[in-house]
C-alpha cells in the first residue's frame, strides 16, 4: 500500500480482498492524503505468480497501509504476515480488521517507521516480503540495506513503485516477473541464493 497520487476517486474508501479464505472481504481505506491501494488487478496477478509459495509462508508487509498484501497471502494460504504500518489511524484500521477475521494470531500489525522498524534484530525472518513505500519520500535505498536481516535465505520480494521508477536491486536478487499498469510498475524478485540452491540440487540428482 503505497502513498502516491491516487488514481481515481473510487479507488479510496475500501478495497477488497481477491482470492482465498477471506475473498471479497472489505477493507477500509482512510480518506488520508495520498494514500493509494495497490489495485485489485496488480493484486490478482501477483498472486497467481506467488500461489505456489504461498502455502505455510511467513510474510512481511512493509509500509502496510490498508493490509491488502498482506492480508491476501494469508488470506491465500501463508501461515503468517506482519504487518508494518506508522500511521495510527491505519494501524488501528488493521487491529480491527485482524480482529472481525478471527485472525489475531496470524496477524502481527506493527506500529511503527518501517526503516527504524528495520534496524531492529529479526525474530523470525520472512519467506515472502511485500515493499512498496511512499512514492515521494526516497526510502528505496535504506530499505533494501536494511531488509535482508529480516529475510529467509530463500525469500521473494515484491517491489511496487511510479512507472520508470523500480529502484535498482543489488546482485542478489534475480528478476523472476514484472509488469505495469497506467500508473505503477511492479515486480517480483528471488534471492540469488535460492536459485544457486536448487541448481545445485538439480546437479546433484541428474
Known amino acids: 500500500m503505497s502513498r502516491g497520487k491516487p488514481p481515481a476517486a473510487s479507488a479510496l474508501g475500501q478495497v477488497r480482498i481477491v482470492g482465498g479464505r477471506w475473498r471479497n472481504t472489505r477493507l477500509p481505506v482512510p480518506d488520508l492524503p495520498g494514500l493509494r491501494p495497490t489495485s485489485d488487478r496488480v493484486r490478482e496477478t501477483l498472486f497467481n505468480w506467488l500461489m505456489p509459495k504461498l502455502p505455510g509462508a511467513r510474510v512481511l508487509d512493509l509500509f502496510a497501509g490498508s493490509g491488502a498484501l498482506g492480508?491476501?497471502?494469508v488470506s491465500?494460504?501463508?501461515?503468517?504476515?506482519?504487518?508494518?504500518?506508522?500511521?495510527p489511524q491505519l494501524v488501528a484500521g488493521l487491529r480491527a480488521v485482524a480482529a472481525r477475521l478471527g485472525a489475531a494470531a496470524q496477524l502481527e500489525v506493527v506500529a511503527a517507521d518501517a526503516l527504524r522498524w528495520l534496524e531492529t534484530p529479526s525474530t523470525a525472518p520472512a519467506d515472502l516480503v511485500f515493499v512498496d513505500p511512499p512514492f515521494a519520500d526516497g526510502l528505496w535505498p535504506q530499505v533494501i540495506e536494511l531488509l535482508p536481516r529480516h529475510l529467509a535465505a530463500d525469500a521473494w520480494l515484491y517491489v511496487e513503485a511510479p512507472l520508470q521508477a523500480?529502484?535498482?536491486?543489488p546482485g542478489q536478487w534475480l528478476l523472476h516477473r514484472e509488469g505495469a499498469t497506467r500508473e505503477v510498475a511492479y515486480a517480483l524478485y528471488r534471492r540469488a541464493a535460492a536459485t544457486l540452491r536448487d541448481d545445485l540440487h538439480a546437479v546433484t540428482h541428474a
Open 71 to 73: 492480508l491476501e497471502a
Open 76 to 87: 491465500r494460504g501463508a501461515a503468517s504476515a506482519v504487518l508494518v504500518e506508522r500511521d
Open 166 to 169: 523500480l529502484p535498482a536491486l
